[in-house]
Antibody
């Protein structure tokens, strides 16, 4: 059964880079034709789509974050990652990784990890 | 970006009630519409995809319909475990935007 697990620092200082990793178990990132995405949720608020990396390696990012976001895949570790540069308090959120089975439909989610931006 | 608007933002209902949540897209999205349920402290869980297809394992009291710009999610007979927040999400184009959520509370 597929499982996704986010990992990374829970506290990041303003202006620094937020880096998270999603470890996939139960399936191989490189052998599947699925896509992998990141979604976040500020405390007490709704869901915000961050971006996606397609099985082809192509990426798409939310224009509201585009210049600061990078999503990449490490097939050797069966992981994909998220980097957000120049963070501010507005980037404080629970960050979820998810598997997209059908063009933007997120069938499987990680449990989420809270990242707080604070000095 | 395609804007997704849900109504109501919150809803109070009793066990056994029938409830309907609506979602409207700012432009036509065909049937590229998904519904998720989220309970406090948990990740969202996919309920419905492609506007009306029930995800495996989701109880049949959940149903959904719509196409174009207007969509609905209906829970036919509310159970205690259904009290949660529901989100619609469009998968027609990136960014894959979500509605603001509908919090379903016990009356």
């Amino acid at each position: 059964q597929l499982q996704l697990q986010e990992s990374g620092p829970g506290l990041v200082k303003p202006s620094e880079t937020l880096s998270l990793t999603c470890t996939v178990s139960g399936d191989s990132i490189s052998s599947s034709s699925y896509s992998w995405g990141w979604i976040r949720q500020p405390p007490g608020k709704g869901l915000e789509w961050i971006g996606i990396i397609y099985y082809s390696g192509t990426t798409s990012y939310n224009p509201s974050l585009k210049s600061r976001v990078t999503i990449s895949v490490d097939t050797s570790k069966n992981q994909f990652s998220l980097k957000v540069t120049s963070v501010t308090a507005a980037d404080t959120a629970v960050y979820y990784c998810a598997r997209d089975l059908s063009g933007g439909t997120y069938f499987n989610w990680g449990q989420g990890t809270l990242v707080t931006v604070s000095s | 970006d395609i804007q997704m608007t849900q109504s109501p933002s919150s809803l109070s209902a009793s066990v056994g009630d029938r409830v309907t949540i609506t979602c409207r897209a700012s432009q036509t999205i065909s049937i590229y519409l998904n519904w998720y349920q989220q309970k406090p402290g948990k990740a969202p869980n996919l309920l419905i995809f492609a506007a009306s297809t029930l995800q495996s394992g989701v109880p049949s009291r959940f149903s959904a319909s719509g196409s174009g710009t207007d969509f609905t999610l209906t829970i036919s007979t509310l159970q205690p475990e259904d009290f949660a927040t529901y989100y619609c999400q469009q998968s027609y184009s990136t960014p894959h935007t979500f509605g603001q959520g509908t919090k379903l509370e016990i009356k």
